[in-house]
């Protein structure tokens, strides 16, 4: 079982940057796909962005344009890029391998603590 730990969370203002940083372990790191989630106050958690064991890379549309996923496969670690951060993207960002089923893609069942990003207005 892989196991995640967060971190690079913090408080910004917005318009600002914060770079995310997952670190996984388990040998089969990089045969999977890995997805940063996030889950704001009194919603369900959403999946933001997922990078293939190919790099393919997929944005929900929320933050197109502005975030960008990539991975080190010789590190296990996965990073997020946040730039033009806006007050709405503050939430708790968790990484997750992401399993496609059905046209659709599923987190695995265990979770890391998550890193709380706070964007002020």
């Known amino acids: 079982q892989v196991r995640l730990a967060e971190s690079g969370g913090g408080l910004v203002q917005a318009g600002g940057s914060l770079r995310l940083s997952c670190a996984a372990s388990?040998?089969?790191?990089?045969?999977?796909?890995m997805g940063w989630y996030r889950q704001a106050p009194g919603k369900q958690r959403e999946l933001v962005t997922f990078?293939?064991?190919?790099?393919?890379?997929n944005y929900a549309d929320s933050v197109k344009g502005r975030f960008t996923i990539s991975r080190d496969n010789a590190k296990n670690t996965v990073y997020l890029q946040m730039n033009s951060l806006k007050p709405e993207d503050t939430a708790v960002y968790y990484c997750?391998?992401?399993?496609?089923?059905?046209?659709?893609?599923?987190?695995?069942?265990?979770w890391g603590q998550g890193t709380q990003v706070t964007v002020s207005s």
């Open positions: 997750n391998q992401v399993f496609a089923r059905a046209g659709s893609w599923y987190p695995a069942t265990n």
């Open positions: 388990g040998s089969d790191f990089s045969i999977n796909a």
């Open positions: 990078i293939t064991s190919a790099g393919s890379t």
